[in-house]
């Protein structure tokens, strides 16, 4: 047994600046840098004893920080109407690829722009799927691709350099797929499982798309986002791919995005990948998507075996001044979960989590939303809890709903516009969401609004101005989205809309 003499015991000695600690070092518990220096002893520092300072206070240069400037977007348009836009980064990666106004709005058949877009790396007239896929491997980056009601995003995250490379094959694909039936098959197959075992049990997603459906008619923006199992099969047909595919990626349609590129090199490249494309086939209709409200209710047990309800408005699109006041009350409303895994904390100053969540345990979320689009946006309170509370979770929205434009306090109105902004702000720090920033605003607007305007005009906003819209809101037709057990037995539009004068 190891003795007690021949353990490393400190000892403790006096001195006239105070302790000191010395401490023997076993050759095996000495560090590295013990090892390297040939020490064989080293001396503890006492946490209780101020570490002297090497240099005067004074002569310490103040430290000193300010903003970073970024360059504003620029854009060019082609002479076949393709759209280049791109801004610099500081961070040392881009993102370069295709925006695309070809979403569910503008599809024949539901689940089509997701099979379009999961088509992004398949074989062309000039390489293979594995040539292209591979391709992009080479290069280091990632791919994505996705689509929503409005648009299709193709992005490759590669370095500044290769930039040209990723948009090259990205144009070469989306011009010149040949649409095999195995790929197709091998893509379909993918999106039934995604429907099966992940849409099924999106909350989000089944919400949103319930309150469009209602909201808007099944029309337009009311077009389903996904397919069902009963018909995605429908979605297997080559032809049917290949004339969506040319119903939305037109000259006229295209915008081409890169973010931390340089703008010159990026309108070189469009040219040459873009340049000479034509319109082929007929171009997806324009369908208007005016806002009529509506309902929809469905008693299928839903998987968490809560009921979930949402009460939805009106509001302003992009296109629309009112977007900014919209956006800064759905902060304001605010909202969140009964259990959060990222600590407390976070939202509690909201009215949703003050005047719902707070003194009601059986409420287990209470959130607002906003799903925003070019010319109309739909601004929902949504909520669940046990199938016999959908009731009064309903009223608890209603009560919620009249109340955003009353007794609006100055300093949670500025609280609403700081968080609106932060999140702007900090959203922007991510390369992938200003790539989707830069395309939609051109899609949108034609050019893109700076961040800087789009702050100033959270900042010019006043209590009275979010007052007016949400009286506004309030005072049009709702639009309710119920499902889960019971269903039946929430509030109709009609008792909704009584219950809202």
Request: some cysteine; glycine content about 8%.
């Amino acid at each position: 047994m190891m003795s007690m003499a021949s353990r490393a015991v400190p000892r403790m000695a006096s001195a006239a600046g105070g302790r000191r600690w010395r401490t023997a070092i076993s050759q095996e518990s000495r560090s590295i840098f013990d090892r390297i220096l040939g020490r064989t002893a080293s001396r503890a520092v006492p946490l209780d004893t101020p570490f002297p300072l090497k240099i005067a206070p004074s002569a310490v240069p103040e430290a000193t920080s300010g903003p970073v400037d970024m360059p504003p977007a620029e854009v060019t348009k082609l002479a076949n109407g393709v759209r280049v836009v791109s801004t610099t980064s500081v961070l040392p990666g881009a993102s370069v690829g295709l925006m695309i106004a070809g979403g569910s709005r503008y599809a024949p058949l539901p689940g089509l722009p997701h099979v379009l877009s999961a088509l992004s790396l398949q074989s062309s007239t000039t390489r293979s799927e594995i040539a292209a896929q591979r391709a992009i491997g080479e290069l280091g980056g990632q791919f994505a691709s996705e689509a929503n009601r409005d648009f299709i995003s193709i992005r490759a995250d590669v370095l500044p350099n290769d930039a040209h490379t990723a948009l090259e094959i990205i144009a070469d694909v989306a011009r010149n797929g040949t649409f095999d039936p195995e790929e197709i098959n091998s893509r379909v197959d993918h999106y039934r499982h995604q429907i099966e075992h992940v849409l099924s049990r999106d909350v989000e997603t089944i919400t949103q798309d319930a309150l469009h459906s209602a909201a808007f008619n099944h029309k337009g923006l009311g077009l389903p986002l996904h397919a069902t199992l009963d018909n995605v099969n429908a979605l297997r047909d080559p032809a049917v791919v290949k004339a969506f595919r040319d119903s939305v990626i037109r000259p006229d349609r295209i915008v081409v995005v890169g973010a931390g590129v340089d703008h010159g090199d990026l309108v070189h490249t469009a040219k040459k990948a873009l340049g000479d494309m034509q319109g082929a086939g007929e171009p997806a209709p324009a369908v208007a998507s005016p806002y009529v409200g509506g309902e929809f209710r469905s008693s299928t047990p839903s998987h968490d075996g809560f009921v979930h309800v949402a009460l939805g408005f009106g509001c302003g699109g992009w296109k629309s001044d009112d977007v900014y006041a919209v956006c800064a009350l759905s902060m304001l409303m605010g909202g969140g979960g009964s259990f959060s895994a990222g600590g407390p904390g976070k939202g509690m100053y909201s009215r949703l989590y003050m005047r719902v969540l707070t003194g009601n345990a059986w409420v287990q979320s209470a959130l607002c939303h906003t799903a925003l689009h070019d010319d109309v946006s739909v601004l929902s309170l949504q909520a669940f809890g046990a199938p016999e509370d959908g009731s009064k979770l309903m009223e608890i929205l209603v009560r919620e709903a009249k109340m955003m434009s009353r007794d609006l306090s100055t300093e949670e109105v500025e609280r609403a516009k700081n968080q609106l902004k932060s999140s702007l702000f900090m959203n922007l720090e991510q390369r992938q969401i200003l790539f989707e920033d830069l395309g939609q605003h051109v899609l949108t607007f034609g050019k893109r609004v700076e961040p800087e305007a789009l702050a100033a005009k959270i900042d010019a906003l006043r209590p009275e101005d979010l007052a007016r819209v949400a009286s506004r809101m309030v005072s049009g037709p709702p639009t309710l989205a119920v499902w889960g057990d019971v269903a039946h037995q929430v509030h109709s539009q009609a008792e909704v809309a009584v219950l809202l004068k």
